[in-house]
Nanobody, 124 residues
Framework: QVQLVESGGGSVQAGGSLRLSCATSFYSGLCWGWFRQAPGQEREGVAATCARGQDAYYHDSVKDRFTISRDSGKNTLILQMTNVNPNDSDTYYC???????????????????WGKGTRVTVSP
């Protein structure tokens, strides 16, 4: 059973930074991703890394502000968030793809294991 546990969420003022972490006992995976979801909204891909961290993908709204990385030695996925704004307020989820899928790297349908999420709130 693959388990993913997110941490690092919290409250921050606009322009500030947060570092989200996702710990897992699973060391492999085709792609690893961060997603976010507001109540009543569809889950949205924020950032993903595939091919052992050689490829990275970002939602247009977070390019040049967020950075995704993997600490392979600790089996941890990181999302470094900088210059955040209130539109970044959501629950953030990490996910791992372990089965072949033709869906895009930021498509939630690509991923088959999910964490329970960590809440990020950005105040003006």
């Amino acid at each position: 059973q693959v388990q993913l546990v997110e941490s690092g969420g919290g409250s921050v003022q606009a322009g500030g930074s947060l570092r989200l972490s996702c710990a897992t006992s699973f060391y492999s995976g085709l792609c690893w991703g961060w997603f976010r979801q507001a109540p009543g909204q569809e889950r949205e891909g924020v950032a993903a890394t595939c091919a052992r961290g050689q490829d990275a993908y970002y939602h247009d709204s977070v390019k040049d502000r967020f950075t995704i990385s993997r600490d392979s030695g600790k089996n941890t996925l990181i999302l470094q968030m900088t210059n955040v704004n209130p539109n970044d307020s959501d629950t953030y989820y990490c996910a791992i793809q372990t089965q072949p899928s033709s869906a895009g790297a930021l498509d939630p349908q690509k991923y088959n294991y999910w964490g329970k999420g960590t809440r990020v709130t950005v105040s003006p």
